[in-house]
């Protein structure tokens, strides 16, 4: 096997444009006659996937990009024989995959911008379109290939994630796939690409992206596709991952007003309470959307006590239901007992003392007082325990940051990343729920609140 060089490659590009000009002369003089140019095509064929091994040289792609050889190839994805179509895609998804990434993200990067500039997202997405699953196992495959080419793309080059979706048909495509009723990979990998558009980092076309989703009734599909799994868990895997993929989706679109109030809309708090009543897996994504969905949102925090879910809410709360999570190094249940304890506090913040709506508040304020306080000891065990970590990272941040040369910058942010990841959002939380109880002028509520404190030989000051 000779070893792929500068000069190999240079051939094996001139090649390529020979064999497509060679094709294409054939297919233009013997329109009917398919016979006539059928062995260029498989010439053509074989000679794509001679370029497979340029994959495993990205140090070469400046050589290929010094030439015609991407917009010749984009050229060959409409292409009307799929299999050449097929195979040019998977050619792109090698090239552009993670081998590339992590050794060469300087070639990486120039071989997608060269791929923007010759509209490689809109051929690709027209190519993606073209493809007809059903007809066989060659074209999902090619379906699959697609899908990992943008989420390649998108991988080296983050803000092309708007572009697939403002410029292309891709979100369309996507929402669509999810629709049908079978399960297979490719509707598993429909899912994971929608959540890496949504859940594209600030600055990256995120918020347009999920404005764009919910112009296309995307909040109802998607409350359509996890509805199924209140009544059943998804088989282990592939299933598992797309469930998530479709809670994580909904949940990054319900940081928008507009996707909250048309969550509200499409009864999406009376399916996330059913989920939570459900004690099947998806109470998980359940919990997780309604966290998001009453952040700074009366209409859902309203609704789900209306529905009863305080119970639910604070059998979670205190630990006495066990949730199962996703696969992977998830620690479920400090992430069920953060997002508890979030919940509570927008309930807490969204629901009026006074008029007409006071009525929920007061059903709230009296879980903490029901069985002799548990979940006013509750929310102080879980004070305590958070104020406790945030403490000791906050004394591990101080010694790194006197131990680190003068001249040496501080990175403020990081130090605060350090300390939320550490737990000060939730303790932030626990004190938001403190100071809500306390306020209530309740005197049982404060004898308790106080004694847990002096217990801890602590005071109100860390909680004010």
Known sequence: IQVL???????LVAG???????????????????????????DLDEHIKSLMQVAGSPELYPVLLDGPAIPTLLSLLSHENTDIAADTVELLAEMTGADAVEEFGEEARGLVEALVEANAPELLVQRLLGFKEADSDEEARAVHNCLAVVENMVEIQPELGAVFVEKTKLLTWLL???????????KQYASEILAILMQARAGYG?????????????????????????????????????MQNCFDVLCACLMQPDHKAAFVKAEGVELMHLM????RQCRYGALKCLDFATTRYALPAEKLVDLGGLKQLFGLFMGKAKVKGPAGEHDVDSEVEERCVSLVASLMAQLPATGRGAARRERLLAKFVEAEFEKTDRLMELLFRYQTRVRAEERRLMAAVAEAEEDEQVDEEELLLARLDAGLFTLQQCCVVFGNLWATGDVGLRRRLLGALHQKGQTLAPVR
Request: hydrophobic share 30%; charged share 40%; with cysteine.
């Open 5 to 11: 060089d500068a000069k190999s490659l240079r051939r």
């Open 16 to 42: 390529l444009d020979k064999k497509v000009r060679a094709n294409m002369a054939l297919r233009f003089k013997h329109v009917e006659q398919p016979d006539k140019f059928l062995d260029s095509e498989v």
């Open 176 to 186: 669509r796939r999810l629709k049908r009723r079978e399960f297979d990979t490719n």
């Open 206 to 242: 995120s918020v347009s992206n999920q404005a764009k989703l919910g112009s296309e009734n995307g909040i109802d599909l998607l409350l359509t596709c996890v509805a199924q799994y209140k009544s059943k868990d998804p088989a282990p895997g592939e299933e598992e991952e797309y």
């Open 276 to 279: 939570l009543q459900s004690r």
